[in-house]
């Protein structure tokens, strides 16, 4: 592009002369401004300077970007490239400095935070007063006002006194001495002459101040070596008892640059450990394997209805505790799974009167699902879930305790941090896992926080948080990224190359400074006036995009077949054993695993489950409805070994004593054929509580319900059988509550949503017939148009103007009222006018459109150039 001889003026004409490719890279990162879509450039400029958008695209630019922003805010406005460079290269002219300026000037000026040629950059009014030094918010730099800032207060005589003292000669004005000091301050011989002959404790006291903050007190009666720096201006007053040094003393001091620490490169992420790939992808099936046995543990928990809701909403401590028991997990692991369930719509509230938490129909339909489906739905919703369970047991803003599936636990910034921290890890060697240091030191660059930085900020944590959550759910193994979780981001392979003794290693392309990320077009970004020369241009480079909804399905359908194989086949056997436990060596299928749960309490889990059969466990099965020739038989066929003695006995002992004793309601009663089993529970001193009396030989009455009585004779070592009415046994089978269908919640954005390349080609074609309208010259009018103002015309004369350019094709400036009373301006070309109506092509919307004239205010010829 060539560059027009006259420089833009305004942000509104610098985006004027930008193209449309330009225009959509400031839309894309900058996507508030489309909300709405402005009706010109003149409005898009005015919105990219306002407060909450400027704030927000700080926020967003790396540490050099951001750190080139401070710099030109306490740089003079307008500023040469040159004066920047010097800025944040110093003296010494760093040179990875002048490398990466390019690329960070390039990015201020994409997102219209700078506009302005090479020899006049200007950084927006908004960003200017958001980071330049002032007494109530200090710079980043450390530096402090301008001499002439610093002065603006002070009396004529006082300024003549520090000229005199600072050796130069006496001026008619206060402008000019002010502008005589800081030429001397400015010029790095004339300023080491002057500081040769300060005094050691002078000296000091810069030295303290350098680097901010620039700010110090002083009393009504300085030392010498302040009194010294005082007189000088190399101190100066600001408030009784506060002085500042100047900024350009300070630059001077700082050898011209404007940070103590310049980062122009990312540092680079180290591997802490080298594993084999099929190393790395075996553990990280086996925790895959584990996340769904761990969900599929808490589901079966809260079968029969989970813990109560809370009024507040969210699961109790003690509910929380009792469930981190069940799943034998730490409350901080039990509430991550909780939490994942929850986000994967697995579990919700019921919404009964007393309020309990509960599966979902779609935990059923998620149970139906191959395992490594499974695993890559829960990973789905992982990634951009913004409920943080990390949160769980901390304070919010009223200090009121965070609950796990309570209210306060979204931070929209989570799927943009686990995906980042993701694609970090993707751009490792296979095997390769990386410090925690050095990736939070990246994420640390790319997205620094504004004002002082803690190592406990959100980002850091949420990345801490990602690392460990990765490795639980099988997405990392040993640390690092699994060919399963790298398909599930929908990143590339590393390429695997040859080694000296024609072993294979893998390697990335990429480069330690920019190791994870990949080239974007490196078209110029600005437009004609805001070009860089050529050995300025940068190249942009952007990290690994999130995908979208059906290229993350496609992602997650490969990475469940990446999964499938490395995950173990569910077997249909277990091994029984003469102390009355079974071992299942593997996951098992789901009915031998449903059936087992009846039939045996689980007594330890890991790589195999032990399952143990109690007197109790066996009673549970037969108030199921099973009889003890179905157990038999259940266990014969499922058992590769032959059913011990001792279990087979013990099924025949708790069947042959089963439903001999019978409770019904009364209040409840008992009876059984047998009087001296009755008189036997008569004469134990247990049965007290329980308030029984005789009423016939073979039926005892209850004051206690049905449930009691049953839990009460059971504690005392019979085996009663529940019955109805008309006297059958009841069978007891736990009943799975369900909640009513839910939707998953939704992630919370982080801000307006990311443009597509439709809205964005219908956003731009918007914006720049609107700014057509707007600028097309108008010819001159009786009506006072001085201002710019569209003239209102009569009906008739409208109708006239309309006419007439039908006949000679003339373009027409008109004011249009729509249906909803929106009022707008549009250029349009008429092409026939009839029945109140005119048919014209709308150079605004860029299509032929009618309009009723009733509804057109103001009609004007547009000029003929």
Known sequence: MS???????????????????????????????ITPVPTDLTQLATRAGTRASVVRALERLDRFALQTAEALAVSADPASYAELLGLLAGDQEDAA????????????????????????LRLVRTARELLAPSLQHPSPTGLGPTVQEATAGMSPGRIQEIVTAAGLPSTHDSVSAVTALTRLFTSRRRMAKLLAGAPE???????????GPPYGQVNADPATHLRWLLDRGLLLPTAPGTVVLPREVALHLRDGRAHRATEPLPPTVEVAATHRPQVVDMTAAGQAYTTLATVEELLKDWDEGGPAVLRAGGLSVRDLKRTAVALDLSEPVA?????????AGLIASDGETAERYAATPAYDEWLEQPPGRRWARLMEVWLTATRTSGLVGGRDAKERTLSALGPGLDRSAAPEVRHRVLT???????????????????????????GPQREDDLRSRLARWTLSEAELLGVTGRGALSAHGRALLGAPAPRTVGTANGSTASATSATSAASDTSTVSDADPTGPGDNLPVHHRPTLVAPLAPLSAPAQATASATAAQLLAPLLPEPLDHVLLQADLTAVAPGPLKRPLADMLDVLADVESKGGATVYRFTPGSVRRALDSGRAASDLHDFLTAHSRTPVPQPLAYLIDDVARRHGHLRVGAASAYVRCDDDALLNEIMADKRAAGLRLRRLAPTVLAAQADPATLLDGLRAMGFAPAAESAEGDVLITR???????????????????????????????????????????????????AGSGELPRTSAAETLATVQAAVLTGETL???????????????????????????AYDHTADEVKTYPLHRVTGVAELADD
Do not use: M
Request: hydrophobic share 45%.
């Open 734 to 784: 736990a009943l799975s509550h369900r909640t009513p269908p839910r939707t998953a919640p939704e992630p919370v954005p982080d801000g307006p949503p990311a443009p597509d390349p439709t809205l964005l080609t219908a956003a731009i074609r918007a914006i720049r017939a609107g700014d057509l309208a707007s600028t097309t010259p108008r010819k001159a009018t009786a009506t006072p």
């Open 424 to 450: 970090l890890l993707a751009a490792l060697p296979e095997g390769a896992s990386p410090s925690a240091e050095s990736v939070l030191a990246r994420l640390r660059w790319e997205r620094p926080a504004r």
């Open 3 to 33: 560059t027009p001889a006259t420089p833009p003026r305004s942000l509104a004409e610098a985006l004027r002369v930008r193209d449309d490719a330009s225009l959509a890279a400031l839309l894309r990162a900058r996507p508030d401004l």
């Open 335 to 343: 509430a991550f799974w909780v939490e994942l369930a929850y986000a």
């Open 813 to 839: 400036w008109i004011g249009y009222v729509n249906a909803e009373g929106s009022a707008t301006q549009r250029v349009i070309a008429p092409i026939r006018v009839e029945g109140g109506f005119v048919t």
């Open 97 to 120: 400095v002048a490398s990466a300026l390019p690329r960070a000037v390039g990015t201020l000026r994409e997102q219209a935070l700078v506009w302005g040629r090479d020899d006049r």
């Open 201 to 211: 404790e002078a000296t000091e006291v810069l030295s303290r101040l350098v680097w």
